[in-house]
């Protein structure tokens, strides 16, 4: 199991950006593929965006896509995840996840990840 800490989340107004990060207290995280996740109150947990463990694939759901990047440095075992062109609907607290498995390319099920953060909670205003 491995701790990890997101941070980066606050609140913005609709139009604008953050970057989350996600710091993984683990030497092997260059192994693993990492996810972001969101849950917005009174909905089910989703799939927002995935990196391989070689960065080469990365994968979005489609309301993020030309909006969000994921992007991940295995130096500092750290993954980010940009994003631009905040919408209300956006709003969500976001949870990073690292993969049950190693060496293996994007997942966009929850169900493929076994460990997570506490989350960091993003608001956006209209």
């Known amino acids: 199991q491995v701790h990890l800490v997101e941070s980066g989340g606050g609140l913005v107004q609709a139009g604008g950006s953050l970057r989350l990060s996600c710091a993984a207290a683990?030497?092997?995280?260059?192994?693993?593929?990492m996810g972001w996740f969101r849950q917005a109150l009174g909905k089910e947990r989703e799939f927002v965006a995935s990196?391989?463990?070689?960065?080469?694939?990365?994968s979005y759901v489609d309301s993020a896509k030309g909006r969000f990047t994921i992007s991940r440095d295995n130096a500092k075992n750290t993954v980010y995840l940009q994003m631009n062109s905040l919408k209300p609907e956006d709003t969500a607290i976001y949870y990073c996840a690292r993969s049950k498995l190693l060496w293996i390319g994007v997942r966009t099920s929850r169900y493929e990840y076994a460990d997570w953060g506490q989350g960091t909670q993003v608001t956006v205003s209209s």
């Open positions: 990196i391989g463990w070689s960065a080469t694939q990365t």
């Open positions: 683990d030497g092997t995280f260059s192994s693993y593929t």
